[in-house]
């Protein structure tokens, strides 16, 4: 843990909403947004969950954290009107997290991480069963399909999705993170169709390398 992320997790635990989101504020200012999500957020939280983990918080310590960090995550994305979103493309992306999954901070990070890159973005939120996902993928019909989950044990779930989407027509690049991505080995999961992406870095080098540019001409 640096400075800087002891400092935003102290504001979460602390439950003082208008101190997190003036930090945050002030880091923009000498930051990009992919540092404040991958280096900042990401471990301040990662650091909250590994206090409740050894007890050392309790869980209502852990939501009011999580609420602190909804906030201000909501807070920035009403504030970000970028070139990027003001030109927006084409390419399309649903996210989600699985099936009894309830942690979905990670994934607002990397709705917003696509909606600055000019994405259509539907966020469905975590604890989304198959049938229901399959009703939007449908009619929304992504270039990727982004699904999280953070704990070992949903991985049986992770592999009925990856089947079931691989079957649609269309194609759409299925993207597997959250912390789960980033504790345990998933490159079994990995094909032409399927990616993991361990952390918003490995999202932002995708963007940065151009792989994504192959959904231009299909979109």
Same mark, same amino acid.
């Given at each position: ?43 301040? =939280? ?62 607002? =990070? ?17 604890n ?46 299925? =993207?597997?993170?959250?912390? =789960? ?14 990616m ?11 963007f940065d ?11």
């Amino acid at each position: 843990m640096n400075t800087q992320q002891e400092k935003l997790a102290r504001y979460f635990l602390s439950g003082d909403d208008e101190g997190a989101l003036e930090y945050t504020k002030a880091l923009l200012e000498d930051h990009p947004r992919a540092f404040l999500f991958g280096d900042i957020l990401t471990p301040a =939280m990662y650091y909250i969950g590994e206090l409740w983990e050894r007890n050392e918080i309790s869980v209502a310590d852990e939501h009011l954290a999580t609420a602190i960090c909804d906030f201000v995550l909501s807070r920035l994305e009403g504030e970000n009107v970028t070139q990027d979103r003001k030109t927006q493309k084409n390419n399309k992306a649903i996210l989600f997290g699985v099936e009894e999954e309830q942690h979905y901070i990670g994934l607002k =990070m990397v709705a917003e991480t696509f909606k600055g890159r000019g994405w259509r973005v539907r966020y469905l939120g975590p604890n989304l069963p198959l049938d229901h996902s399959l009703v939007q993928i449908n009619k929304f019909r992504p270039d990727v399909i982004g699904i999280s989950a953070a704990l070992s044990y949903r991985l049986p779930m992770i592999k009925v999705l990856i089947e079931r989407f691989s079957r649609l027509e269309w194609k759409p690049l299925i =993207m597997i993170g959250g912390r =789960m991505a980033t504790k345990y080995e998933l490159e079994n999961f990995e094909s032409e169709q399927v990616m993991v992406m361990r952390d918003l870095s490995c999202l932002n080098k995708w963007f940065d390398e151009g792989r994504n540019e192959v959904f231009n001409e299909t979109s």
